[in-house]
């Protein structure tokens, strides 16, 4: 069956860095694209960053210059290095899968909380 699986969240002071993986299975890795989404207590989901299958990285303006989403397909996991975080990064970080409409998949989500 499909997983997504996050990890690397966690607890981290304001200017510090984390690195979070998404363990990909059950459908073709390489054929889809990526992304990194965010939920805050009390907002929307909203999206962070998202890789094509060509390996094409873009990242949203609140992030830009300090986020970074890689792929590696041999290992099927999608990345996302997080530097220079601010407590406005605290949230829900889900990891996206999707190739069309009929073909997208979630993972469960890793919490990251930047606090001093």
């Known amino acids: 069956q499909v997983q997504l699986v996050e990890s690397g969240g966690g607890l981290v002071q304001p200017g510090g860095s984390l690195r979070l993986s998404c363990a990909a299975s059950g459908f073709t890795f390489s054929a889809y694209a990526m992304s990194w989404y965010r939920q805050a207590p009390g907002k929307e989901r909203e999206l962070v960053a998202v890789i094509t299958s060509g390996f094409r990285g873009t990242t949203a303006d609140s992030v830009k210059g300090r986020f970074t989403i890689s792929r590696d397909n041999a290992k099927n996991t999608v990345y996302l290095q997080m530097n220079n975080l601010k407590p406005d990064d605290t949230a829900v970080y889900y990891c996206?899968?999707?190739?069309?409409?009929?073909?997208?998949?979630w993972g469960q989500g890793t919490q990251v909380t930047v606090s001093s």
């Open positions: 996206n899968a999707v190739r069309d409409t009929l073909n997208m998949y």
